[in-house]
């Protein structure tokens, strides 16, 4: 299953119910946290900083970690 790849409302359903965004959508889709704990968006709206909860993991169990883009 590769979210890029997905064109279709069922692979979408399944998509939401397997894997965890940065956000994700509650009650009267307000933004709620997913793997992010928090975020901040750049004056010019070009940047977002995304902090990562600590417990966060890949599938295979090891720790998520993330690294400004250069």
């Known amino acids: ?13 399944q998509l939401d119910a397997t894997m965890e965004g940065l956000v994700r ?15 901040k968006e750049s004056k010019g709206g070009m940047t977002w900083t995304f902090n990562l909860r600590k417990n966060a993991k890949w599938s295979n169990g090891e720790a998520l970690t993330a690294r400004p883009a250069t």
């Open 1 to 13: 299953m590769d979210p890029a790849l997905n064109n279709d409302v069922y692979g979408g359903e």
């Open 25 to 39: 959508l509650g009650n009267n889709s307000k933004i709620l946290p997913g793997i992010a704990k928090s975020w």
